[in-house]
Each structure stands twice: as structure tokens, then as C-alpha cells.
């Protein structure tokens, strides 16, 4: 589903909403979410899954079109840990 299909989505279910007030709240969550990882906080939607920033230390590597060995320098990447309900909902 894109961002797009979503909006689309929340509009349908909640028609007394306008879908650019829909866009706006959508685009703000995300906006919101972006940030707080940003600044290295971690974020925790019930029932849905958990964000946070982790820290991958520097590792050596290969150049796949050369074969040589290049040192990758550490970094901090987004994770998102699914919550348990949705778990179980996407298992079913």
C-alpha cells in the first residue's frame, strides 16, 4: 500500500473528513515519526510495533565487481520491531 492508497483509505472509512485533511494528518504522523528518529528517540504504537534507531558498528566488506576488501564505516540505521497483535494478524 502506498502513501497515496492510504490516504485514499482513511477518506473512504471517514467521509465527513477531507482527503487533504486526511493527507495532512498522514504526512504529519510520518513527519513526527522521522524526527523523533532523527533525534535518536524510539516510538511505540500499541498493538502495532516499535521504532528505533540502531547502531551498526563499522565491518569489513568486499566490492562485489572487484572482490576487494573495503572497510564499511559504522552507521545508524531505522528498525521496526512488529508488535505482537500484528503478529498474530499477519500469522492468522
Known amino acids: 500500500m502506498t502513501k497515496a492508497e492510504l490516504i485514499e483509505s482513511i477518506s473512504a472509512q471517514y467521509t465527513d473528513l477531507v482527503d487533504s485533511q486526511v493527507e495532512i494528518v498522514v504526512n504529519t504522523i510520518f513527519q513526527s515519526i522521522k524526527e523523533a528518529l532523527a533525534n535518536g528517540e524510539g516510538i511505540e504504537i500499541r498493538g502495532f ?12 566488506g568486499r566490492n562485489p565487481k572487484t572482490g576487494e576488501h573495503v572497510l564499511v ?7 521496526f520491531k512488529a508488535g505482537k497483535e500484528l503478529k498474530v494478524l499477519v500469522d492468522y
Do not use: D, N, Q, T
Open 73 to 79: 564505516p559504522s552507521k545508524k540505521v531505522p528498525f
Open 49 to 60: 510495533g516499535s521504532f528505533r534507531v540502531r547502531h551498526r558498528e563499522m565491518r569489513e
